[in-house]
């Protein structure tokens, strides 16, 4: 496991929960479900869209943490709990992965951890993908 090299966000959950926000195994990059979490703890407030963004946010800065960029993300996963957002979110994601193109799946499902939360992401990276 020495190889293995972790980025934490500081969100309340990753303690409590014990996860990272994301892992690093060889040129991979595992990004863990990332929820629209501000610096504090508090959620980030506003539709999603606006949610959408500061997952995206806090993905890329974990990748760029543990060397890689947005032009590495292979795959994304969008969990929304509304589908009439999936324009906004789907814009998001456009304006973070539009050269990427990763491979993207977008869900509606019944709820997440928070009820004010609308969208939950995760990605996966490999480094030297955009080459």
Request: glycine residues 12%; negative net charge.
């Amino acid at each position: 496991m020495s190889d293995r090299q972790r980025a934490f966000s500081g969100s309340p959950y990753e303690a409590s929960i014990g996860f990272c926000r994301a892992i690093r195994a060889g040129d991979r990059i595992l990004v863990s479900g990332t929820a629209p979490v501000e610096d504090d703890g508090s959620s980030t407030p506003g539709g999603a869209g606006v949610q959408a963004e500061r997952c995206f946010a806090l993905i890329v800065r974990a990748i760029e943490e543990l060397g890689g960029s947005a032009v590495d993300v292979v795959r994304t996963r969008m969990f929304i709990t509304d589908a009439a957002d999936g324009d906004a979110v789907g814009a998001a994601h456009g304006r973070w992965f539009g050269e990427a193109r990763p491979a993207a799946t977008m869900v509606v499902i019944a709820g997440l951890l928070r009820p004010e939360w609308k969208v939950e992401i995760e990605a996966e990276a490999v480094l030297g993908a955009s080459a």
